[in-house]
């Protein structure tokens, strides 16, 4: 039933920045995970990041480690993806997830319908 609506997608240079915010339609439970994950044509979808509601944690793969982060608004039932010094390699749909949990292969109940970011050479 949670609604999970994506913005901040475009292109972009490589080295460059996007950040990509992910809004839940109601207030989102405590006990949810919400994150990210990514799909390049004709690969697998690949866990990116994600953020602990009710405390704040964080868990990133290991492609992404300080150039991206995942954070989140309360008051806005939100959360954000900031990409920094992006790599032509991070070009992909980025999907935003949520449930109660989340892993590296395999995501929560509840997805978004996908943004585009490109990143050019």
């Known amino acids: 039933q949670v609604q999970l609506v994506e913005s901040g997608g475009g292109l972009v240079q490589a080295g460059g920045s996007l950040r990509l915010s992910c809004a839940a339609s109601?207030?989102?439970?405590?006990?949810?995970?919400m994150g990210w994950f990514r799909q390049a044509p004709g690969k697998e979808r690949e866990f990116v990041a994600k953020i602990t509601w009710s405390d704040g944690s964080t868990f990133y793969t290991d492609s992404v480690k300080g150039r991206f982060t995942i954070s989140r608004d309360s008051a806005k039932n939100t959360v954000y993806l900031q990409m920094n010094s992006l790599k032509p390699e991070d070009t992909a749909v980025y999907y935003c997830n949520a449930g109660i949990r989340i892993t590296t292969t395999i995501g929560g109940a509840y997805w978004g319908q996908g943004t585009q970011v490109t990143v050019s050479s």
């Open positions: 109601e207030r989102t439970s405590t006990s949810f995970i």
